[in-house]
């Protein structure tokens, strides 16, 4: 092989090495087609890494275009860095979320950390400042000491590098399954603030244009990091942990602002962030959107390790780095205003008519290949075939004992780890920099943060975000799961007073080469677009992780479909929010919603009677979006201060969890004609608990039967227990408040903090 990429090198045996490049022999034969010729190994390796599902979402694309994309409030959807919509007053949010999965499984630490400053540069690609951080996470059996070691790395990282950069974590979430054992997901989502006028676009812009490189310098971490995203895990991982990239906070910090610099004074035509795939895939983007071809110079690109190829300068995924299209005549200001900033930043390539990526090395091309070809991956359409044993525990009938000790089993819930209280995580956070962040992490539904400096006299203007996803109920039924992640999202922002606007997902399957995985896979993207219709959530962008299964000897294990949502809202006047906790005594406790006998699917099931069988509870997704509308409608009028839905663990754990936050007990008498069991932590949907001062009790009944909605007043706030009287079964639940705090928050602070 030509060490040089010379691509007139003769390679005989690159076709017996297609696997190694990300490629099969059939797609290596497509590149040869598109090249006229076989490839060199510069070529050949980049076609493999923009052809990885990582990059060329090669078995979900045909898959996502069913998804419905455009709204009202929608400014930007699928194909940039990020989407952006309007939140009213001239402002935009710019938001998106992707994972780092397998890098976090290899090295928790730099995994997670490089996950956030990925996602923080996608925001600020489009001309947003970012405001804030949300993870949504998922790890194995918490007894498991390698789970513990993945947690605290993990979070680790987040702290570490949100942290760094003057960024808040507001929220997120944490799921506990042995199904994530070896495969832990990261799941990072961010917002940015920005006025419509600067929105910006990921494109070289017209022939002519100077190609800026600006940020750290290339290395040698990160190599294959597409690639190794997208293949199965094993146990000869640990080989892979080159391909994990090491980040630097203080690095993106100074690129943050320089960028955004750069941007309000109108320097650049295109910006566009180095992840995965780095050089290769950031410029190829930015010539596909413009249809123009891109002269690269890669003896240009500054580099901190000698002897580097242009295979591992094309192919490194070094951190903080960015690509920037000059406006014509504006290098000299370009450069010199980078330079201010103190970053690495040289002119490495130009924009060209003839349609091509080509990488020369002083003065000579080593790698020509069509822009079209390379961002245009084959695409699969697979069968699909539901697992025979998945629907057999979907369809197995619930049969299992009321417990003799409810209370008992109240307890056991509140210390299953995927309930129990997040506060030992969210310490680990700067939740508060920016002074943006109006509601703690773990008191709200949802994160609430104010917008300063709209420019607009007297707005109250405030932003919510949450991320969502039940795998439960997607390892059980993969459309029903993914539904109820979009309704719960919705919900969780209307439990603290918002509208919602839009979502992006992030899609975490198995092998979609298998036909139970791309069932999975195809399932929920039906019920993400379902949902997402009926609640008026469009989705904006996101991202697609797939082959997160484990291989060993003894077989392959998939996680669980996992398709994460993340939704944003907008509220109207941001001091008329609501939060989790119970505020005064005699409160009046309303139910809104239906109770039913459901429990399959059930984190209940799971944790008491270990079984995680049974149908997902139902989803009408009329009364879903009637639920949204009149709660957030009623807390944006003032008419409630307490709010919480009921998720995992159902109603005795969702007032178990408003009484915990609030410090003060409560008495509920449940008339229900259910199973005891059922009615305690029965997991079904479309449910809102409110808490409100008596005088308020009948304007709030009103204004919610106006939306269609059921409520009930159930009993009210004070004491220091949770006393809840069952009228049908003749029992009762009483327990201390002592109790059920040392029950919620022992299980993570012990795992975190020893």
Not at 60 to 75: D, F, M, Y
Not at 149 to 161: C, K
Not at 244 to 257: I, T
Not at 656 to 676: F, H, I, Q, Y
């Amino acid at each position: 092989m030509d060490p040089s990429g010379n691509p007139d090198a003769t390679t005989p045996s690159l076709r017996d090495r297609a696997a190694t490049f990300g490629l099969s022999d059939d797609e290596f034969t497509q590149v040869v087609t598109h090249l006229s010729r076989e490839p060199n190994a510069l070529e050949a390796a980049m076609f493999g890494a923009l052809w990885s599902e990582h990059c060329g979402y090669k078995n979900s694309r045909p898959l996502l275009k069913r998804l419905p994309t455009e709204g009202p409030a929608v400014l930007q959807g699928p194909g940039e860095n990020a989407g952006v919509v309007d939140i009213g007053d001239g402002l935009a949010v710019a938001f998106k979320m992707e994972s780092h999965n397998h890098p976090s499984a290899v090295e928790p630490v730099q995994g997670a950390a490089t996950g956030v400053g990925g996602i923080l540069r996608d925001i600020f690609a489009m001309g947003a400042r970012p405001f804030a951080v949300l993870d949504s996470l998922r790890f194995g059996d918490l007894t498991d000491p390698r789970t513990r070691y993945l947690l605290n790395g993990v979070v680790e990282g987040i702290a570490h590098y949100g942290n760094a950069i003057g960024v808040p974590t507001v929220g997120g979430e944490i799921t506990f399954s042995a199904c994530y054992a070896e495969n832990p997901l990261v799941n990072v989502m961010a917002l940015g603030l920005m006025r419509h006028e600067a929105l910006q676009s990921g494109t070289v812009g017209a022939v002519g244009n100077r190609l800026i490189y600006v940020g750290s310098k290339t290395g040698r971490d990160g190599l294959g990091g597409a690639v190794f995203a997208s293949a199965d895990l094993s146990e000869t991982s640990d080989a892979d942990r080159p391909a994990v990239q090491v980040g630097d906070p203080f690095m993106e910090k100074l690129l943050l602002e320089a960028c955004l610099e750069a941007t309000q004074a109108g320097l650049v035509i295109g910006v566009q962030d180095m992840g995965a795939a780095g050089l290769t895939s950031s410029v190829a983007e930015m010539a596909y959107r413009a249809g123009r071809g891109v002269d690269l110079w890669v003896d240009a690109v500054p580099r901190r390790e000698v002897g580097m190829s242009p295979l591992e300068i094309m192919l490194s995924e070094s951190q903080e780095r960015m690509v920037l299209s000059a406006k014509p005549g504006c290098e000299e200001a370009l450069l010199a205003l980078l330079a201010r900033w103190e970053l690495d930043a040289v002119e490495v390539g130009e924009v060209a008519a003839h349609g091509f990526f080509r990488i020369l090395e002083e003065g000579r091309v080593v790698g020509e290949m069509p822009v079209a070809a390379l961002n245009e991956a084959p695409t699969y359409t697979r069968e699909g075939i539901e697992a025979p044993e998945v629907r057999a525990a979907r369809e197995t009938p619930i049969d299992v004992p009321v417990p003799v000790d409810l209370s008992a089993a109240l307890l056991t819930l509140l210390s299953s780890p995927t309930i129990a209280s997040k506060k030992a995580v969210f310490r680990r956070y700067d939740h508060q920099v920016m002074t943006n962040t109006v509601v703690m992490p773990g008191e709200a539904d949802a994160a609430v943060l104010r917008i300063k400096g709209s420019g607009v006299k007297g707005s109250q203007r405030g932003v919510a975000a949450t991320t969502d996803c039940t795998p439960r109920y997607g390892s059980l039924d993969p459309k029903l799961g993914a539904m109820h992640a979009v309704a719960e999202a919705a919900r969780n922002l209307a439990c603290v007073g918002a509208t919602p606007l839009a979502i992006t997902n992030n899609l975490n399957f198995g092998n979609p080469t298998r036909s139970d995985v791309y069932y999975q896979l195809s399932e929920a993207v039906d019920g993400l677009a379902e949902a997402c219709l009926a609640l008026s959530t469009p989705v904006t962008g996101g991202n697609v992780s797939l082959y997160n299964q484990y291989r060993t000897d003894a077989g392959v294990r998939a996680i669980y479909p996992t398709p994460t949502v993340g939704m944003v809202g907008v509220l109207p006047d941001v001091s008329r929010h609501a939060t989790t906790g119970f505020k005064r005594d005699g409160d009046a406790i309303l139910l809104v919603g239906d109770n039913t006998d459901e429990l399959g699917a059930s984190e209940y099931l799971a944790q008491v009677h270990g079984l995680e069988v049974g149908h997902p509870p139902r989803l009408n997704l009329k009364r879903a979006r009637a639920l949204v509308e009149g709660v957030s409608s009623l807390i944006q009028a003032g008419l409630c201060d307490s709010a919480h839905d009921l998720s995992d663990g159902g109603l005795a754990v969702a007032l178990a969890e408003m009484a915990l936050s609030g410090n003060r007990g409560a008495k509920v008498t449940l008339a229900d004609a259910l199973r005891p069991d059922a009615l305690l932590f029965g997991e079904a949907a479309s449910r809102v608990l409110l808490a409100v001062p008596a005088f308020q009790v009948d304007a709030v009944t009103e204004h919610l039967a106006a939306h269609g909605l059921p409520v009930r007043n159930i009993g009210e706030t004070g004491g220091e227990w949770l006393a809840l009287t069952l009228i049908e079964a003749q029992t009762t639940v009483n327990v201390p408040l002592t109790d059920l705090r040392h029950a919620f928050e022992t299980p993570l602070r012990d795992a975190l903090e020893g």
